[in-house]
């Protein structure tokens, strides 16, 4: 039923094993034509025309300002509307209609803000010094700033120096003078002259002045007083260059000494000469300022004195002891100084009533001719007029004041420094007894030494501290932004507070 069966097979022989042959064949496109051509756009040329000059003779042109018939019609015109725009002019200036009104694009009051604080290391370290004096160029680009030492037993020998800052430059550092000058003795006043920028005055606690031409590159001293033997012998307390005199380098000082000498630059030898001088003595002052003496030439010093602003031989005068001043550089009057080779004048016109202490400044007004203020330790900030003894305005203040000064372009505005340590800003038309701003000089509450408005940025203001640092200020807009009839106003404030 079962039996074997042998099936036949058939064979598939693989071939995976087997290498394949391949072959390498290349095929190529046609070649890419490329070529490089430029460009350029249309040439423009740029031609003028000009139309004929239509000449009109009756047309003011100056060729023909010697026609009759032009100069007869101008004529008519004036002698027609002369009388009418004067009289208008006249009307509109006693005008009170636009007094409180005030541009839409006016700025508001703003902030007074410390803008730069000005510090020169070597001599910051040493603690003694204080920025004794600034002053600005006529420029008001650069800023000049003293020192001194507060210790003095006896003679000055302290090595100082007088540092100059250029607000302007690109590379200026408030912490790195642009110009430093060593002094071998306490500056003790500075001033620019009032044209020729470069040109600066210096005052040292010996007496000595020297006069430097910062726009130098070396050997800055114009000239020097050296020993001469009638200088001054005490500490300088101002310098004052003479406005419009004949011979641009001259000045007048004042110093502790009493004296008040005129000093012209001599380009030839280096040197100052005297050309005038006047002295203070105790017994040339008035009897109300209480000064007593048992010598007969006894000098009483000048701590601070003022040109007036339209007539510079009328100055004012503040002394040791708070003794206020009027004096005339155009008197004759023999001082019988026996301690002096040529002769010194007396100056004394007439005094006001004193202060009861120290006077730190004082400044004939910059806008009126009759006006003057002072300052004092005693507290009071006051405003004098010529025409009377008394003070006409004064504010005071439970602190001392150092400096006091006008404002440049408001004649309302007056800056002060105090005993401890505050700028403020007074403005006559917001309040005669209040300031309006009053900012901390330094952190530590030092006192304030030196103060001066910028005559040309008049929203600058700078002051100097005794602990070394001088501070540039940006006063708000409405402290520098000049009102309607402001000087009117002051004489108006002046004649109330009086009555």
Not at 366 to 382: A, I, K, V, W, Y
Request: net charge negative; glycine share 6%; aromatic share 8%.
């Amino acid at each position: 039923m079962f039996e074997d069966h042998q099936i036949n097979y058939t064979e598939f022989i693989s071939s995976w094993k087997e290498i394949r042959s391949t072959q390498n064949n290349e095929s190529q496109t046609e070649n890419l034509l490329t070529d490089t051509a430029e460009a350029q756009i249309p040439e423009k040329s740029e031609v003028e025309v000009q139309t004929d000059e239509i000449k009109d003779e009756n047309h003011f042109n100056i060729d023909n300002i010697n026609n009759p018939e032009l100069i007869s019609g101008v004529l008519q015109f004036l002698n027609k509307v002369t009388d009418v725009m004067c009289a208008q002019l006249e009307k509109n200036s006693r005008s009170h209609a636009f007094d409180c009104y005030t541009l839409s694009s006016d700025p508001e009051y703003g902030n007074t803000d410390l803008k730069h604080t000005l510090v020169y290391e070597p001599l910051l370290k040493e603690s003694e010094f204080q920025c004794s004096d600034l002053s600005w160029n006529s420029t008001g680009t650069l800023l000049a700033v003293g020192y001194s030492s507060v210790i003095h037993d006896d003679w000055c020998t302290h090595d100082s120096a007088v540092c100059l800052w250029n607000l302007h430059r690109r590379d200026f550092n408030s912490r790195k003078p642009n110009t430093v000058i060593e002094t071998d003795c306490c500056l003790t006043s500075l001033s620019f002259h009032s044209n020729l920028a470069p040109v600066l005055a210096g005052g040292k606690f010996s007496g000595e002045i020297v006069v430097w031409n910062t726009g130098r590159e070396d050997d800055l001293t114009l000239a020097t007083t050296g020993a001469v033997t009638d200088s001054h012998h005490e500490a300088i307390t101002g310098l004052y260059w003479i406005p419009t005199h004949q011979d641009q380098l001259s000045f007048i000082s004042t110093s502790l000494d009493g004296k008040i000498l005129f000093w012209k630059v001599n380009d030839r030898n280096q040197s100052l000469e005297i050309k005038d001088g006047f002295i203070l003595l105790a017994d040339h002052l008035p009897r109300n300022l209480g000064v007593k003496s048992t010598y007969p030439d006894s000098e009483v010093g000048i701590t601070s004195m003022s040109l007036n602003s339209e007539d510079p031989s009328i100055c004012l005068i503040a002394t040791e002891g708070g003794g206020v001043i009027q004096g005339s550089f155009n008197t004759q009057s023999v001082a019988g100084y026996g301690a002096s080779s040529f002769t010194l004048k007396n100056p004394v016109v007439m005094s006001f009533t004193p202060h009861q202490g120290y006077i730190g400044s004082i400044q004939s007004s910059p806008h009126t001719r009759n006006l003057f203020l002072t300052c004092g330790s005693d507290g009071e900030l006051r405003i004098y007029s010529l025409l009377q003894s008394k003070p006409v305005l004064t504010i005071q203040s439970s602190v001392g004041f150092q400096k006091s000064w006008w404002s440049v372009v408001r004649p309302l505005v007056i800056s002060t420094i105090t005993a401890n340590g505050e700028l403020q800003i007074y403005d006559l038309q917001a309040s005669c007894s209040t300031p309006v701003s009053s900012l901390s000089l330094s952190q530590n509450s030092c006192l304030g030494t030196a103060l001066q408005f910028n005559p040309q940025s008049f929203e600058l203001l700078a002051s100097g501290t005794s602990d070394g640092k001088a501070q540039v200020w940006q006063l708000g807009n409405q402290l520098v932004a000049s009102g309607v009839q402001e000087v009117k106003k002051l004489n108006d404030i002046a004649k109330i507070t009086n009555d």
